[in-house]
């Protein structure tokens, strides 16, 4: 799926994303790491962790013939956590599907990011998301 995704990002293809809890989702690939990929559609720009990737519509077009690996080397815990100093709002979808989880970025540990809103706090599992648009 990396290589895919990759020359989805290098060709600045327009696709749909098939994503866990969300269905289809139309996109662009910006770029692509080890665990997710950044694109930007309608849920605004953010992150699909690449074990939430079910399917890739590339609207025809052949997929690539070669494999290759990301590249960023960066996992979806260390790019959330770049972003923690700037306290970013998200909505966080989890893989199970389901309604996002949103809130102000508060932190962010090895395998569990907390969510801050409106007086409650959130604590996910960085496993269990499949996706994250950066709302501010």
């Known amino acids: 799926m990396t290589a895919v995704l990759l020359d989805a990002a290098e060709r600045r293809l327009a696709v749909r994303l098939r994503v866990s809890g969300r269905g289809w989702e139309p996109c662009r690939v910006t770029a692509v790491a080890a665990g997710f990929c950044v694109v930007d559609g309608p849920a605004g720009p ?3 962790a690449t074990g939430a990737v079910e399917a890739v519509d590339l609207g025809g077009r052949p ?9 960023m080397d960066i996992d979806l815990a260390e790019a959330l956590a770049l972003m ?8 966080v979808w989890p893989a199970a599907g389901g309604e996002p989880l949103r809130g ?4 962010v540990g090895t395998d569990v990011v907390t969510l801050r809103d ?3 706090t959130v604590v996910v ?3 269990a998301i499949a996706r994250v648009a950066i709302l501010g």
């Open 46 to 48: 953010g992150l699909v």
């Open 63 to 71: 997929p690539p013939a070669d494999d290759r690996p990301p590249t």
């Open 84 to 91: 923690l100093e700037d306290r970013p709002e998200l909505a």
């Open 104 to 107: 102000e970025l508060r932190s």
């Open 118 to 120: 409106a007086g409650r």
């Open 125 to 127: 599992p960085v496993a």
